[in-house]
């Protein structure tokens, strides 16, 4: 079966502070996709990481991939404020680009 | 990155009828999706809508509930039929391949429904 976690599901954080969301996922892939959705908004393209090893970095947001461990990590630096949203881990089973299977999502709030 | 419109954004529908979501995408792409957000959930893929053949449909959705047309590369259809209020989600449609975007997935805005 084809399953994609993440943890937390829900994180309440402090402004400054560091923190790691974790999405496993099942079955061997190398295409791993991470979104944010805000609020009553559809979902922003973060991170793509399509192969081992990735690691992609955008202001206080980095992202890594092992596709051995079947582990993608989001690492927040510093939280601010306008981070809080809802992040979505998304991996691609099909290699070919056309089945997307989304984690549980994390909501993340950062208190001022 | 690709612009992806939905229509409608919101609607408040009857229980027994049916709304056809539309979406348009502004540059040919070679795959587009619909999924479906229930509320406080995360995504569940609906279907492959294929370019002039049927559509691929995933564990749970069956194309007599879910009709889906893709007449052309940057246009597809999706319509809930005969709603209940367990059809009360986000529909949203998603493009990928197109050539300036690498392997990036997009999402149009999302169809808000309301069935009561």
């Known amino acids: 079966e084809l399953k994609v976690e993440q943890n937390p599901l829900f994180l309440s954080m402090q402004e400054g502070k560091n923190y790691t969301i974790y999405c496993n996922y099942s079955t061997t892939s190398d295409r791993l996709y991470w979104y944010r959705q805000d609020p009553g908004k559809s979902l922003e393209s973060l991170f793509v990481?399509?192969?081992?090893?990735a690691v992609k970095q955008e202001g206080r947001l980095m992202a890594s991939l092992d596709t051995k461990a079947r582990l993608s990590t989001l690492h927040i630096t510093a939280a601010v404020h306008d981070l809080s949203a809802t992040y979505f881990c998304a991996v691609d089973y099909s290699n070919t680009g056309n089945q997307f299977y989304f984690g549980t999502g994390t909501s993340l709030t950062v208190i001022p | 990155s690709a612009v992806i419109s939905q229509k409608p954004s919101r609607d408040i529908c009857q229980r027994g009828t049916s709304l056809t979501i539309q979406c348009q995408v502004d540059s040919q792409v070679t795959m587009m999706f619909w999924y479906r957000q229930q509320p406080g959930q995360s995504l569940t893929l609906i279907a492959t809508a294929n370019q002039g053949s049927e559509a691929t449909y995933e564990s749970g959705f069956v194309i007599d509930k879910f009709p889906i047309s893709r007449p052309n590369l940057t246009f597809s259809t999706l319509t809930v039929s005969n709603m209940s209020p367990e059809d009360s989600s986000i529909y949203l449609c998603?493009?990928?391949?197109?050539?300036?975007?690498?392997?990036?997935?997009?999402f149009g805005e999302g169809s808000w429904l309301t069935v009561v």
């Open positions: 998603s493009a990928t391949g197109l050539l300036s975007s690498g392997n990036t997935i997009y």
């Open positions: 990481l399509l192969s081992n090893g």
